[in-house]
Antibody
Framework: EVQLVESGGGLVQPGGSLRLSCAAS????????MSWVRQAPGKGLEWVAN????????YYVDSVKGRFTISRDNTKSSLYLQMDSLRAEDTAIYYC????????WGQGTLVTVSS | QAGLTQPPSVSKGLRQTATLTCIGN????????AAWVQQHQGHPPKLLCD???NRPSGISERLSASRSGNTASLTITGLQPEDEADYYC???????????FGGGTKLTVL
């Protein structure tokens, strides 16, 4: 059974940083693209970033370019999102998802940016 | 980054058929196809159809996806109460090098 478990969310002040993690199991992690998708309270889904199987390609939504960094460790079957210079508008549930088309999703971790 | 266009809400009766639409352009839906996810209130999304219109195992045969030009569609036949949820389409945009989502459609089963 595929499992994706996010962690690392919490309350942070504007301008602060957080590092999200996603622990994967139940599939060959190194064979899959991985993505972060977020959902602001009461809003729709927004893709944030994705990373190729070997980490050689990374893509970001414009609003986080230069502030967020996606990475992975295939030896630990883990996906990461380093979030710097956080803004109030980054407040959301952050989901990790595997595959070309978001085949499976985790339960998400809540990030709240507020003073 | 421009997203895909979905109607905010659709309402249909029990056992009726609902068709949800998703309008993009030649750089995303028209070129790459669209995937569909379902999200029940308070739960994470779940993939219903990939961008090749294939259903993952365990997804009901009452669901089917198709594409015509820049418009993708998700059809749900024999509507059941458990089909009441939010539905999102998504596509890779080759000009943006980014995934784009639709705003979502809230399906109500009357």
């Amino acid at each position: 059974e595929v499992q994706l478990v996010e962690s690392g969310g919490g309350l942070v002040q504007p301008g602060g940083s957080l590092r999200l993690s996603c622990a994967a199991s139940g599939f060959t992690f190194s064979s899959y693209w991985m993505s972060w998708v977020r959902q602001a309270p009461g809003k729709g889904l927004e893709w944030v970033a994705n990373i190729k199987q070997d980490g050689s390609e990374k893509y970001y939504v414009d609003s986080v370019k230069g502030r967020f960094t996606i990475s992975r460790d295939n030896t630990k079957s883990s996906l990461y999102l380093q979030m710097d210079s956080l803004r109030a508008e980054d407040t959301a549930i952050y989901y990790c998802a595997n595959g070309d088309t978001f085949d499976h999703w985790g339960q998400g971790t809540l990030v709240t940016v507020s003073s | 980054q421009a997203g895909l266009t979905q109607p905010p809400s659709v309402s249909k009766g029990l056992r009726q058929t609902a068709t949800l639409t998703c309008i993009g352009n030649s750089n995303n839906v028209g070129n790459q196809g669209a995937a569909w996810v379902q999200q029940h209130q308070g739960h994470p999304p779940k993939l219903l159809c990939d961008r090749n219109n294939n259903r993952p195992s365990g997804i009901s045969e009452r669901l089917s996806a198709s594409r015509s030009g820049n418009t993708a569609s998700l059809t749900i036949t024999g509507l059941q109460p458990e089909d009441e949820a939010d539905y999102y389409c998504s596509a890779w945009d080759s000009s943006l090098s980014a995934w784009v989502f639709g705003g979502g459609t809230k399906l109500t089963v009357l």
